[in-house]
């Protein structure tokens, strides 16, 4: 009895530290039952279950687990209802003349060549969310920018060779549900506002390039820019086909191993600003 009381107040004292467990598993759960269930019966009735454990101390853990699943139902059902001109719906390649939001600021793979979200405007029939691929050069782009441009609109292509990575899986959960490419030049129609927090990064990231680049040779700093900030375009090809070949070009991505150089860096200049932690 003693174990049962004490293997309870683990357990409570464990939700009472993570209160969103309880939810987050079942909402999981949810997202992946509602490939199975059809019609609202079913998760009506746990809702109405779940209201009534709510109201009794000892099943409201189960009450809200229950909550959480049904939410996670709601959160797929809701995303499989697009109209019928969302480019989830595209069956095959069609030229058009796209316009839209840039969503973010370009990721650049090699000079003059990258990607970025878009959200759709005024390109007839066709709404929603795309990955804007390109390889011809741009102008600069910050996020929050009004572009058009004349370009291949295709539907997401599933891998093709067994154990390759599964983009249209990446891009379905970032929201995005085509790519587009250009085959034309890019007219910005409307700026980004100065307000944007994005524009102020981007001009953040720019002055810090500058400062790189003034202080350290040329490939010292484009392997700077790319570790710390990002940005590969100025990387020598060579050098980023050597990473390839050898396999050391996931060094390139913003991972632990950068975030822990930018927190030595930091941690240096905290400590020759004298500031100390509580001792232990």
Partial sequence: GRI??????????????????VVAAPFAAGIVLSESVQGVLIPGAIAVAALLALKRPSLRI??????????????????RALPETDVRHLAH??????????????????????????????????????????????????????ISFDGRLRPLQPPTNPGERDRR????????????????????????????????????????????ARHAPPEVAALQAALLLGCREELPSD?????QRTGTAHFLAVSGFNLV???????????ACGVRGPAV
């Fill in 169 to 212: 899986a990446i891009l379905e959960r970032a929201g995005l549900g085509a790519v587009v490419s250009v085959s034309g030049p890019v007219t910005i129609i409307e700026p980004a506002s100065p307000l944007r927090l994005s524009t102020w990064i981007d001009g953040a990231r720019s002055a810090l390039r500058e400062r790189l």
């Fill in 62 to 79: 189960a009450g809200w687990g229950l909550l959480g699943l049904v939410a996670g139902w709601g959160r797929a059902e809701w995303q």
């Fill in 93 to 146: 390649e069609v030229r058009v003349r796209v316009e839209g939001r840039v969503l973010e600021a370009p990721r650049l793979y090699a000079e003059g060549s990258g990607s970025f979200p878009l959200q759709l405007g005024n390109t007839p029939p066709w709404t929603g969310r795309v990955q804007v691929r390109f390889y011809r050069s741009i102008p600069p782009l910050t996020g929050g920018e009004t």
């Fill in 239 to 243: 050098f980023t086909t050597a990473l």
């Fill in 261 to 271: 150089l930018v927190l030595v860096v930091f941690w240096f200049v905290l400590v």
């Fill in 4 to 21: 049962i009381c004490r293997n309870r107040m683990v357990a409570r004292e464990g939700l009472r530290k993570r209160p969103f467990l």
